[in-house]
């Protein structure tokens, strides 16, 4: 997954709204066209209304070297969205009585730090402490071999515990992976055995599976980022990220899987309440969304170069999910304009800009910044004609000149605006800027 230089909730904008009497396809077709000719988006997007798909759109290429093109039915790793799967699978068992919330990780896995304190529901609301394994560097160096449970297990373990259980939350994959093995005991079988019973059949999924190699002769994509071109990306193993990230499915399904689930086809009233029960921002593989004066329950979802996001709003019976195997701009922002459609809000249809430099041009840029206001330094380095910005301890990014001394990052909203004069630098993001000097 790509950190960037600050990372923010997703939110939506402030509006008030309610849903549109007319849908304008055509307007968010084109939306989506802008993006999609400015390799600034490739993926689906899917919007229902009432358990119905109102509308469906497929952009960019499910393999770029062949130029296959996607459709509606093209299936997308959607990441942590599979958390959402996972804990709907945790609450069934408990209403079989098969698993308590209250039951401790120690019956399972004693040799995680803490386990006689951790409950599964603290696995489920992220307040294990549990050290999540995606964080450090070496994960990049396994993620994409097949791991054993013992291997993983091993792996979590060893990481330790970031904070006394229940005393906070904190996001942590390692809980959706032991969640994953635990569920794996109590009804023996594999997981994947477990999410065909317990979810694809009773919500009817057409084209949701746990995932394995991706394989295009099935309609699965690729995934990508976007540097010079639509570079492809390696594949995480799925039995690294188990339930915490190992599902493969299409916006259609997402909609369809969101209005099962809040309709009781899938776990009780009791149980779906228990779900979306938000404490520290965290409810049980759910979390809030709101988009005006609306909140959606949902979840988004990041692996290797695919990312993703569904939501529900209960009291419109509005869902919606985006799929990407490419995404060279800002997700959040895709958003907003899916949710400004369906509710008939405005919202405008983006003109990219920018200006052709020169290697030379760009040396007047390079070194390291820095300021008082944040506690991070960011290295602007070049690669060719390109300028490429690295902040302290997060991975490079390429920049986009679009105007003199003015240099964007579109996939996290960064502008970069130089004053080569004055050696100094400011970045703006979410509404802030920092002005940054040169050393």
């Known amino acids: 997954m790509i950190r960037i230089i600050l990372i923010t909730a997703l939110s939506f904008c402030t509006l008030h709204i309610g849903f549109a009497q007319t849908f304008d396809k055509e307007k968010l077709d084109n939306y989506l066209e802008a993006l999609e000719a400015n390799d600034k988006f490739m993926g689906s997007v899917a919007i229902a209304k009432n358990g119905e798909v109102i509308y469906t759109k497929a952009t960019g290429f499910a393999d770029v070297e062949s130029k296959k093109k996607p459709d509606a039915n093209t299936k997308y790793r959607i990441g942590s969205i ?14 079989e009585n098969k698993l308590s919330l209250d039951q401790t990780l120690h ?10 304190k951790i409950t599964i529901s603290n696995l489920l609301n992220h307040r294990s402490g549990i050290h999540n394994f995606t964080n450090d560097d070496i994960y ?17 373990a060893k990481s330790g515990s970031d904070f006394e259980p229940d005393s906070k939350a904190e996001y942590s994959n390692s ?10 005991k109590v009804y023996g079988q594999p997981y994947s055995d477990i999410l065909d019973e317990k979810i694809i059949k009773p919500a009817n999924l057409r084209n ?44 259609s399904d997402l909609t369809q899987f969101a209005f099962a689930l809040f309709s009781g086809k899938i776990i009780s009233a009791e149980s779906l ?119 302290t301890g997060q991975p490079s990014f390429p920049l986009q000149a679009t105007a003199e001394h ?16 004055e050696k100094q630098m400011t970045l703006n993001q979410g509404g802030g800027s920092y002005v940054m000097t040169r050393e």
């Open 82 to 95: 599979s958390k959402t799967f996972t804990a709907t699978m945790v609450l069934k068992a408990v209403e």
């Open 107 to 116: 019956k399972y896995f004693p040799s995680v730090t803490n386990a006689k």
């Open 140 to 156: 990049l160096e396994y993620n994409t071999k097949p791991k054993t449970e013992a291997e993983m297990v091993a792996i979590i």
């Open 175 to 184: 809980n959706y992976v032991l969640l994953s093995y635990i569920l794996q």
């Open 208 to 251: 949701t599976k746990f995932g394995g190699k991706i394989d295009l002769s099935k309609n699965e994509c690729n995934s990508y980022e976007y540097v010079s071109s639509w570079e492809k990306q390696p594949e995480t193993d799925m039995s690294v990220p188990m339930g915490a990230g190992a599902i493969i499915s299409t916006p």
């Open 273 to 391: 309440k228990t779900m979306t029960t938000i404490k520290d921002g965290y409810g049980m593989g759910l979390f809030t969304m709101p988009f005006g004066d609306k909140t959606s329950y949902g979840h988004t979802g990041g692996i290797d170069g695919f990312s993703s996001v569904f939501g529900y709003f209960e009291d419109e019976k509005v869902a919606f999910a985006i799929t990407s195997n490419g995404n060279n701009y800002n997700h959040n922002n895709v958003s907003i304009a899916v949710l400004s459609a369906v509710f008939n809000e405005p919202y405008e249809i983006p003109v990219f800009k920018s200006i052709a430099v020169s290697s030379a041009d760009l040396d007047k840029y390079l070194g390291v910044y820095s300021s008082p206001q944040i506690p991070l330094k960011v290295t602007i380095t070049k690669s060719e004609n390109t300028l490429v910005a690295q902040a």
């Open 406 to 421: 003015q240099f964007s990052f579109d996939k996290a909203g960064v502008v970069l605006d130089f004053n080569p004069e």
